[in-house]
């Protein structure tokens, strides 16, 4: 497989994914989207072993390898203080007891919480993605990726 | 680390791109060798020198002021 037509793959699969969120949400199953996304990307990977043009040598994995890891540095950190901030609000409600007469009224809700949490995931992957795309360029430009030669 | 990379693609009249066929790297990849951005592998730098005839000490020069 060329590596064009595993762009166009991915951006294929991008739309698929989307319409089964919809139809995940439409259908309140979220069992779908869950079971596609992880064929979708199970597909990708078996698909991108098998490009053919793919320009890669021990210089630009270095540069992916260290880039992922200053990745996951960041992204640790962030996901397990909003994972943190998740679990306090879960442990201050009532976990699943009748709610206690005259609560106060800033006391914390119990019901779409994980939900929200879901987006704040969300959320958070985008910015990673970013902050991913942030160390590559960083980490080209340190191993000369746009260097150019007089030659 | 220091190199003669250049010197020894000057004296068998190769390209940058030529040498990056020739061993299995990127062009780009000679390049940073070359300016010293990049610290090639020990099986790269041991490609690079047998593909010249000679040997790693003759092409690469280890810098202890540069080492991090």
Redo the contacts between chains.
Sequence with gaps: MKQNTFYLLLGLIGLLEVGLFGISVLLKNPLIITAGFIMGIGLLYIARMTITDLKEDERSTMITQKAGFRTLEVFWVLFFAVSLGSAVIGFSTPLGLPHPKNMPPDFPRDEPHLGYFGIIQMILLCCIAFLYIGFRVYYARKYGEWDSDEE | MKNKIKVYRAMHDM??EALAQQI???R??I??I??G??D??LE?AFKIATFFGVTIEEIFVYDEMKSP
């Design positions: 390209t940058q299995g790297v990127t780009q990849t390049l940073a070359e300016k951005k990049y090639p592998s790269l």
